[in-house]
């Protein structure tokens, strides 16, 4: 198994950066075509939204293609899986003065947390996994190399020598 560590370096960059021709021989990246692609039909309206809100920003940063479809309605489906979570616990909330939503008493009377903040905390957490796969966190754009260009010409690489 593979230990974790340092997401690796696309391998053009590591040409020209000077890395160990033995290292970057053998590599041989796939490059999809950029472009975005086709909604999926079954997202909700609010997994939509986000949809057509960040596919025209990931484009023109370089990290979408058109193989990419499957992680981003996965992202948006966990946004708006996470969305709906919270606002159902706003408006418990609004009736719970006492443990604003946080906790619910079970049909035996004992106090446990409220399901719905399980579940909109586990999708908060898948939907900031499939952003950092697209490079949407400060931290994330720190790590990535993107090409805006991606798709429209050759290999840099190959440009560079």
Same mark, same amino acid.
């Given at each position: 198994?593979?230990?974790?560590?340092?997401?690796?370096?696309?391998?053009?960059?590591?040409?020209?950066?000077?890395?160990?021709?033995?290292?970057?021989?053998?590599?041989?990246?796939?490059?999809?075509?950029?472009? +975005?692609?086709?909604?999926?039909?079954?997202?909700?309206? %609010? $997994?939509?939204?986000?949809?057509? /809100?960040?596919?025209? !920003?990931?484009?023109?940063?370089?990290?979408?293609?058109?193989?990419?479809?499957?992680?981003?309605?996965?992202?948006?489906?966990?946004?708006?899986?996470?969305?709906?979570?919270?606002?159902?616990?706003?408006?418990?909330?609004?009736?719970?003065?006492?443990?604003?939503?946080?906790?619910?008493?079970?049909?035996?009377?004992?106090? +446990?947390?409220?399901?719905?903040?399980?579940?909109?905390? %586990? $999708?908060?957490?898948?939907?900031? /996994?499939?952003?950092? !796969?697209?490079?949407?966190?400060?931290?994330?754009?720190?790590?990535?190399?993107?090409?805006?260009?991606?798709?429209?010409?050759?290999?840099?690489?190959?440009?560079?020598?």
């Amino acid at each position: 198994m593979p230990t974790r560590g340092a997401k690796p370096k696309p391998t053009a960059l590591r040409v020209i950066q000077g890395t160990r021709k033995s290292n970057i021989a053998a590599k041989h990246e796939p490059k999809p075509r950029a472009g +975005i692609p086709p909604c999926p039909s079954h997202l909700d309206a %609010r $997994a939509r939204e986000e949809w057509n /809100r960040i596919t025209p !920003e990931l484009l023109a940063a370089g990290v979408l293609s058109t193989i990419d479809g499957a992680v981003l309605a996965s992202y948006c489906v966990a946004y708006s899986r996470w969305q709906d979570a919270e606002d159902a616990l706003a408006r418990m909330k609004a009736r719970d003065k006492l443990t604003a939503a946080l906790m619910i008493k079970t049909t035996n009377g004992n106090a +446990i947390q409220n399901p719905l903040v399980g579940v909109a905390n %586990r $999708a908060m957490l898948l939907c900031q /996994r499939f952003a950092c !796969e697209f490079g949407m966190t400060p931290a994330a754009r720190a790590r990535i190399e993107a090409d805006p260009n991606h798709g429209n010409e050759q290999d840099p690489a190959q440009a560079y020598f």
